[in-house]
């Protein structure tokens, strides 16, 4: 590393360790970790600015809460949406558009971060998240609130990138574990209160206040992050030096648009050989491969690939995939579990995962607090690992006649896994890099969990749905395959319909599909403990000893 990167590092770290000692009246154990400093937004800052590092946090618990709780809310009001705009042949595209906004720019805003100032860069997603909060409830047909849903998304992507840089950059790595265990939590109780306050809004209030709600949470955040928040930014020279890779960021777009599409209409809108999906499956490759190419020669790559040389960040990065390939897909198909073969209500959806988002919530907490104290985490990505297998091989015995006691149990197990691995992904990647590229190990760690999650409902969608067609034809004849040749999934109000026969026959076919998907979910895990095992614990900087000698990359080793 060049001396003048060392010193931006040293400076970017001063800078970060100033930020937390100025907050010393409101985090104690913080001021007793890193010393105080002066830190400042803009040029010439010299005097300490008092702040308060928890009511940062309780911001960014609210744009977090925001980014994770806008889909669930949405997902319920659906069917009014469609009710009042029709439309009901573009549904899936109220979703898939938010969604590939926040993949495509989650990059992006990592970046723009490093490059012009966290605090800016932030509080301008939070901006574009309320504008299309505020457009999407004032749509008055299907294709303005998709449009609308794509700006929303946009400005999502930068929510969670923001959160977990500016956490990055605020609190030393000792004490960030139980932070981003916080934050962990918001996105657990997402799930849970999603469904609730969805269905609750658009029953009493109409769906546009699904949209409406966020403008209310996203002032206070957007206030408090003005007003509190101090770090410091690149001055002028710094900035004008270090121009955008746009030829990066628009191929890293394309390939990351392509697969998104590949995942969520592969086996859907169109089958897997089809043509679209080949030309969007080879669109997508190739435009990754030039990605990779225009990278080794940007100035300022937008996703440097210096990063991926340490290897705690790379095997993180994995681990991170792995997890959203089984968080996201094991979300979609318990519920459908419990409704079609445990006879559960679909109203109270977000209940039927308590057991399993609980135990995340709960784990994550104490995950982050041991890690505070001790300095110490290599164990929980083995041990989150070991649960992960276990849990989703426990799943994957459920049958017709398995209790809701016992598969709540089961889920449980899940959920610990989980949340060993949840924050400290985030938490290993951030302390494997320097200062300088906080933003982007934030945004490529959240990315890879993105994708992760696409391919987990893609994949494991695809091996449940054939197996429930498989079955059906074997124990309904030409009656269950007419059942299920529109969709593998039947809602509740379908599944009453059926002659018990007919009923029967799918509840077992339902069984046995979460019986695959989850088996399938549980060899994908196995990954990540091979991953876990091969991961270096390296001192966790602020954890009161000096660096290693040879710096980050060389205390944990590099990969080729």
Avoid at 174 to 196: F, N, T
Avoid at 484 to 502: N, R
């Amino acid at each position: 590393m060049s001396a003048d990167t060392e010193k931006e590092a040293t400076r970017g770290a001063g800078g970060a360790a100033g930020a937390v000692g100025a907050a010393a009246v409101a985090e104690e154990e913080i001021r007793d970790a890193v010393p105080g400093g002066t830190s400042g937004e803009g040029e010439g800052a010299k005097e300490p600015q008092p702040r308060s590092v928890r009511v940062v946090l309780f911001a960014l618990m609210i744009a977090m809460l925001l980014a994770m709780l806008d889909n669930m809310i949405v997902g319920t009001a659906m069917p009014t949406i469609v009710g009042d705009l029709g439309g009901l042949e573009h549904l899936s595209w109220v979703v898939t558009a938010y969604t590939l906004a926040t993949a495509a720019s989650t990059p992006i805003w990592g970046k723009l971060g490093d490059l012009y100032g966290r605090k800016s860069v932030f509080m301008t997603s939070i901006v574009i998240f309320l504008i299309g909060s505020a457009l999407s409830g004032m749509a008055q047909d299907m294709g303005q609130l998709i449009g609308f849903r794509a700006l929303q998304g946009l400005g999502a992507g930068g929510l969670m990138v923001g959160v977990m840089a500016i956490i990055g950059d605020l609190i030393p790595p000792r004490e960030r574990g139980k932070y981003q265990g916080m934050m962990a939590g918001v996105m657990a109780l997402a799930m849970i209160a999603g469904p609730l306050v969805g269905g609750t809004i658009t029953d009493h209030w109409g769906w546009r206040w699904s949209f409406y709600i966020n403008l209310p949470l996203g002032v206070v955040a957007l206030a408090a992050i003005s007003v509190v928040l101090h770090l410091p930014k690149p001055s002028r020279e710094a900035r004008s030096a270090r121009s955008i890779d746009y030829l990066g960021a628009a191929l890293l777009t394309v390939g990351i648009t392509a697969i998104v599409l590949v995942t969520t209409w592969g086996g859907t809108e169109y089958a897997w050989g089809s043509a679209v999906i080949m030309e969007l499956a080879a669109i997508g490759v190739a435009a990754l491969v030039g990605f990779l190419f225009v990278e080794t020669r940007a100035a300022e790559p937008v996703m440097p690939l210096h990063i991926f040389r340490s290897r705690n960040f790379t095997l993180m990065s994995l681990i991170g995939f792995i997890t959203g390939f089984v968080m996201f897909g094991a979300v979609l198909f318990l519920p459908l579990y419990q409704q079609s073969v445990q006879g559960a209500s679909a109203t109270n959806s977000g209940l039927l995962l308590l057991p399993m988002l609980g135990a995340m919530l709960a784990v994550s907490m104490v995950a982050g607090r041991v890690t505070t104290g001790s300095g110490r985490y290599k164990v929980f990505p083995l041990v989150g690992s070991v649960l992960m297998i276990a849990g989703l091989f426990l799943l994957a015995q459920m049958d017709t006649g398995t209790s809701r006691l016992t598969s709540g149990v089961f889920m449980a197990v899940l959920g610990a896994g989980m949340g060993c691995l949840m924050q400290i992904t985030m938490l290993v990647a951030q302390n494997s890099v320097e200062m300088k590229d906080m933003g982007v190990a934030s945004s490529t760690t959240t990315l890879s969990r993105t994708l992760g999650s696409s391919f987990g409902v893609a994949i494991m969608g695809a091996l449940f749905n054939s197996r429930v067609q498989d079955v059906m034809a074997e124990r309904a004849g030409a009656l269950g395959s007419k059942v299920t040749e529109q969709s593998a999934q039947l809602d509740a109000a379908s599944l009453a319909k059926l002659p018990v026969p007919a009923r029967e026959a799918y509840q077992f076919a339902v069984s046995s599909g979460t019986h695959s998907a989850f088996l399938l979910g549980s060899v994908v895990a196995v990954l990540a403990l091979v991953a876990a095992v091969f991961v270096k614990e390296v001192p966790l900087r602020g954890a009161g000893g000096p660096p290693a000698a040879g710096g980050v990359a060389e205390a944990e080793g590099t990969v080729s």
